[in-house]
C-alpha cells in the first residue's frame, strides 16, 4: 500500500497552535478509527503521542490532540515549545493486520 | 519498566542476510505482537511486519515478502528480524516495537545496519 501523505514541514511559534494532516484513502484512515501519531527527535526512536485518532498514552502532555475528517487524520499541537520541534508521524491500520505510515513531517519552532 | 533492547550495529555485504534480536523485559512477552519498522537514513518510518510471540505467527510488509523472517524464543523473551538478499537500499536503522492493539507503545533503541561492499 502506498504512504500516507503528510505535509514535508510545518513552522509555528512558541505559543502558537498547529496542526498537522495525514491523508490516506478510505482503505485505512477512512475506513478505521485506528490512526496513531509519533514524534521523533533526532536520532532518537519514535514515541508515541495519540492513539486510536484522538487518546493520549498516560502521563502525555494534553497539548497533542487528534481527530479525523473522512480520509483525513490531524494532528494538533496547542502552545508550542521549543522541545515540540521534531519529526512527526502518523500510522494507520490498514486492513489485513497490515500498518502504513505517513512519510512524516518536520516540525520547527521559529 | 517495560524495556526493548535491541542488538547492536551491523556492517554487511550486498546480498548477506543479517538477524537484528529485540529483548524484551518489564511485561509479559507472550501478551503484545512485536512490531518491526525500518527508517533509511533521512527517510521516514516503513512498517515491515509483526510477530506473535504466542503463536509465532507473522504477517510480513508486501515489499519485503520473500525476504524476511521474524522469529522468536519465549525462552529468553526475544524476538528476532532476518532480513536477506541485502543490498544498499536496505541500509537503515530498524526498531521493534510492541504492539498495544494497532499502535506501538514501546520502541526499542534501533539497530543500524549497513550495507556496503
Known amino acids: 500500500q502506498s504512504a500516507l501523505t503528510q505535509p514535508a514541514s510545518v513552522s509555528g511559534s512558541p505559543g502558537q497552535s498547529i496542526t498537522i494532516s495525514c491523508t490516506g484513502t478510505?482503505?485505512?484512515?477512512?475506513?478505521?478509527?485506528?490512526v496513531s501519531w509519533y514524534q521523533q527527535h533526532p536520532g532518537k526512536a519514535p514515541k508515541l503521542i495519540i492513539y486510536?485518532?484522538?487518546k493520549w498514552p498516560s502521563g502525555l502532555s494534553n497539548r497533542f490532540s487528534g481527530s479525523k475528517s473522512g480520509n483525513t487524520a490531524s494532528l494538533t499541537i496547542s502552545g508550542l515549545q521549543a522541545e515540540d520541534e521534531a519529526d512527526y508521524y502518523c500510522?494507520?491500520?490498514?486492513?489485513?493486520?497490515?500498518?502504513?505510515f505517513g512519510g512524516g513531517t518536520k516540525l520547527t519552532v521559529l | 519498566q517495560v524495556q526493548l533492547v535491541q542488538s547492536g550495529a551491523e556492517v554487511k555485504k550486498p546480498g548477506a542476510s543479517v538477524k537484528v534480536s529485540c529483548k524484551a523485559s518489564g511485561y509479559t512477552f507472550s501478551g503484545f505482537y512485536m512490531q518491526w519498522v525500518r527508517q533509511a537514513p533521512g527517510q521516514g518510518l516503513e512498517w515491515m511486519g509483526w510477530i506473535n510471540p504466542n503463536s509465532g505467527f507473522t504477517k510480513y510488509a508486501q515489499n519485503f515478502q520473500g525476504r524476511v523472517t521474524m522469529t522468536r524464543d519465549m525462552s529468553i523473551t526475544t524476538a528476532y528480524m532476518e532480513l536477506s538478499g541485502l543490498t544498499s537500499d536496505d541500509t537503515a536503522m530498524y526498531y521493534c516495537a510492541r504492539d498495544k492493539g494497532e499502535h506501538a507503545d514501546y520502541w526499542g533503541q534501533g539497530t543500524l545496519v549497513t550495507v556496503s561492499s
Open positions: 486510536e485518532g484522538s
Open positions: 500510522c494507520s491500520y490498514a486492513g489485513s493486520s497490515t500498518w502504513v
Open positions: 478510505n482503505s485505512d484512515v477512512g475506513s478505521y478509527n485506528l
